[in-house]
């Protein structure tokens, strides 16, 4: 036991429960599910009598509303420690799976969890945190079909700073048109598809060949939240996020600046500077 540090006290409590109770899958692994996480995915459509690999996490997600009587999961309750601390921020940083076999439709699969680590704290470019690591293993029957590595940090943000977004090679373009007023979509010089976000290849025909075109930076309103928790690095609460559909046909998600949004209310971007390297675009009614 470490009385000196609660958080670490916590953390070996846990970690000496071992696995939770086994929680069951609400739903036995069925066609309908698995075509509708296809379709979201953006993936060919899938009935060979097994379900992808990938969907192991969600056969056995809690819901929006867990039951009370469901087996305590040692990352939420881990969470809440860290919550209490004041470390109210989350971001994920690590997921490793591994499958033994394919699950087939019928089967209804549980899945066991146990904590195993918690390291901290740490000082990040987000703010001071913990790195919180469990393991899950899915059953079908008494026979392991599925294991995960999953950590995140939980995180104090940092005072006074502003959430910055990852630049890679695949989006380093549409960061750059913001810098110069301009709202830039990738686009295949293949077959011409325009996408974003941005990534490393064409969804629709695989070509490595991409460009961009710039977009009149005008859409409507396809849906919105307002964000009232957790608090937000540089954000006063609560703000609205909506996802904007632009009139060049695809999506984008930001944030909206001039009162109450609503679906479908035409809107659009203006480039708000934040510092020498940091141009974000934001809505606002049309």
């Known amino acids: 036991m470490n009385a000196m540090n609660p958080i670490l006290d916590a953390a070996e409590r846990l970690k000496a429960l071992g696995s939770c109770g086994f929680r069951e899958a609400r739903d036995p ?6 075509n509708n996480w296809t379709e979201v995915m953006g993936g060919p459509a899938w009935d060979d009598g097994v379900a992808p690999p990938a969907m192991i996490q969600v056969w056995t997600m809690r819901g929006l509303h867990p039951s009370a009587s469901l087996p305590e999961d040692p990352l939420w309750a881990m969470s809440a420690v860290l919550d209490e601390a ?5 971001v994920a940083t690590n997921s490793e799976q591994t499958y033994h076999r394919y699950v087939k439709l019928g089967e209804r699969l549980t899945v066991r969890s146990r904590l195993s680590d918690v390291v901290g704290p740490k000082r990040t470019a987000l703010g001071e ?6 393991e899950s293993v899915w059953y079908s029957g008494d026979e392991p079909v599925a294991t995960m590595m999953f950590r995140i940090l939980k995180y104090r943000p940092a005072p006074r700073q502003v959430l910055r977004p990852v630049v890679t090679d695949d989006n380093a ?3 750059e048109g913001t810098g110069s007023g301009e709202l830039r979509i990738q686009k295949c010089l293949q077959c011409g598809r325009l996408r974003h976000p941005p990534g490393p290849m064409c969804p629709a025909c695989g070509s490595g060949s991409l460009s ?4 009149k930076g005008e859409g409507t309103v396809f849906s919105y939240v307002v964000h009232h928790h957790p608090a937000v690095p540089g954000r006063e609460l609560p703000f609205i996020v909506v996802l904007v559909e632009l009139t060049e046909g695809v999506r984008m998600v930001g944030s909206f600046d001039g009162g109450q949004a ?3 209310q035409p809107v659009r971007v203006r480039f708000q500077r934040i ?4 141009t974000m675009p934001v809505w606002e009614a049309a």
């Open 29 to 34: 692994v069925n066609q309908p599910m698995i």
């Open 86 to 90: 004041g470390y109210t921020s989350v």
């Open 129 to 134: 945190g913990w790195f919180v690591t469990t």
């Open 173 to 175: 373009f549409f960061w």
């Open 212 to 215: 961009y075109a710039v977009a």
């Open 262 to 264: 609503s679906i479908g």
């Open 275 to 278: 510092d020498e390297t940091l």
